[in-house]
């Protein structure tokens, strides 16, 4: 048995709400989708998950109304989120009038609270916590690091450290070496450490911290292969190599570049159907569903990508058979019908099923545009690698995922693959990374980026944003041992920055 969480099985049955207000067109979130991110209980603020997996925040005139449509889903259903339970924990643990007894009640059933990884702990969680915690009778041992609160979207904020340490009675245990870093990736997290504390080596070994500058204006023009082949040369001992990046988008477009050995055919539907399994199978599942919708839009949709709600209606096309569709599409190319199955057998199978999900959502499927991107190749006869074998991704020694994926794991080698800056600078590390005034959000990711790597860090930059390091944050970059350019396909060897 196989549970498949959201988007494929429990948001695809939920209702959908407006975030946009006024019905205007727009993307339509499931009402548990919706995750209460702050303000107080009476007022709270939201955040929901856009069609590309983006947080964004919801407009403060619509959060009465959301928090309206929260409750009449618990009443009708009483189906609730994560979220929604903090939410409503704080709210009974706060009440001005019964919040006292109900803590005190809990209390004597849970004297005694441990906490690890505090730093991801959401704001309505936080304010549960805290409200517990200031019953003398409790007991509490809070274990993280703030500067590992990368979660700020979702409500979780360092400050809770300070509010925890201003309970009656707190005490503060510092612990400032890692065992897991080695040496020069110790100081490169340190100078990155928005707290300003200094993290003290394992000290058995120096690592190494390499710069690699790349010309890319998209990631998905970044030859994968070959940039993890100048890594694995520059660390050929590491078990394990990490390819991070920020952002969703950023993982995928370096994902969709790599040949994976089980398939080396020239189809890109048949590659994306198959990455999808794979990604499926080492539980990236949100990855997985953006790309069988790809496959779905191109298809049915006469190539749009990642359709809105409102190009989804003009096709006549509900939402919610739309998520359905995707999880049915991609569970069909996750499941293996025989042991020896072959690609052949596979890209009928797939064709098929996508022909039948085509009239499922009352579209007519196109033959010849099946037949196109369904053509018959020489591999066709040869079995197709189980999605555990060898070469599988969930069990190869590379792992591409974002900074959050990851957090809590470590590696003998990490890549942070940073893109071109934006206009105005906007992703550039020499501004992000050290935000004076601002939230320094974007300094802790790049913390926990380099703090996951046990004895190499890579930093693959744009050109523009090494020059503007080198301009603001020299110190910065004489932590790097080697400064080098990210090799391009043609080219043999490192070319000096």
């Not at 975030?19 to 009402?31: E, L, M, Q």
């Not at 916590?129 to 979207?153: K, M, T």
């Not at 989804?312 to 042991?339: D, K, M, N, T, Y």
Request: glycine fraction near 8%.
């Amino acid at each position: 048995m196989r549970l498949i969480p959201a988007p494929f099985d429990l948001e695809a049955n939920a209702r959908e709400v407006d975030v946009v207000g006024g019905g205007r067109a727009g993307f339509r979130p499931s009402i548990l989708a919706l995750t209460l991110a702050g303000g107080s209980e009476d007022a709270p603020t939201f955040t929901y998950v856009d069609r590309h997996g983006r947080s964004q925040p919801v407009e403060t005139r619509l959060h009465s109304r959301l928090l309206q449509e929260k409750r009449r889903e618990w009443e009708k259903t009483g189906r609730i989120t994560h979220s929604d339970n903090h939410y409503l924990a704080s709210a009974l643990l706060r009440h001005p009038v019964h919040g006292s007894n109900i803590a005190r009640i809990v209390g004597r059933r849970f004297p005694v609270i441990l906490v690890d990884e505090l730093q991801d702990t959401g704001w309505f969680l936080g304010r549960a916590l805290l409200a517990q915690l200031a019953n003398p009778n409790v007991r509490g041992l809070l274990v993280g690091d703030p500067d590992q609160s990368i979660y700020e979207f979702r409500g979780a904020s360092p400050a809770l450290f300070d509010e925890a340490l201003s309970l009656p009675g707190a005490k503060r245990y510092s612990l400032s070496r890692t065992h897991r870093c080695a040496e020069r990736i110790a100081t490169v997290a340190s100078a990155l450490s928005a707290s300003g504390r200094a993290i003290a080596a394992r000290g058995e070994t120096n690592g190494r911290a390499i710069i690699l500058v790349h010309e890319h204006a998209q990631a998905s023009a970044v030859s994968t292969e070959l940039l993890l082949a100048q890594v694995q040369a520059m660390a050929p001992e590491a078990s394990s190599h990490a390819l991070l990046g920020r952002a969703t988008t950023t993982v995928q477009q370096l994902t969709s570049s790599l040949r994976r050995e089980d398939y080396r055919g020239r189809l890109n539907t048949v590659r994306r159907l198959n990455l999808a399994a794979r990604l499926l199978a080492g539980g990236a599942t949100a990855d997985a569903a953006r790309l069988i919708e790809l496959v779905l839009g191109d298809l049915i949709l006469d190539g749009k990508p990642l359709p809105s709600a409102a190009e989804l209606q003009e096709a006549g096309i509900s939402r919610r058979f739309w998520s359905l569709a995707i999880g049915q599409v991609a569970w069909a190319a996750h499941r293996v019908e025989s042991p020896n199955e072959t690609w052949g057998a596979w890209k009928r199978r797939m064709r098929e099923m996508l022909s039948c999900t085509a009239s499922r959502l009352g579209v007519a499927p196109n033959a010849r545009a099946l037949s196109a991107r369904f053509q018959r190749e020489e591999l066709d006869m040869d079995p197709r690698p189980p999605l555990d074998g060898p070469g599988a991704r969930a069990h190869s020694m590379l792992t591409t995922s974002t900074v959050h994926q990851v957090k809590g794991a470590e590696f003998d080698c990490v890549t942070l693959y940073v893109p071109k800056p934006g206009r105005g600078g906007r992703g550039c590390p020499s501004t992000e990374w050290w935000s004076q005034g601002a939230s320094a959000e974007e300094q802790r990711i790049a913390y926990v980026a380099a703090s996951r790597a046990r004895n190499t860090f890579v930093l693959c930059l744009h050109r523009q944003s090494y020059n503007a390091l080198r301009e603001r944050q020299p110190n910065f970059l004489s932590l790097f041992e080697v400064h080098g350019a990210a090799a391009e396909p043609g080219e043999s060897g490192r070319n000096p920055v």
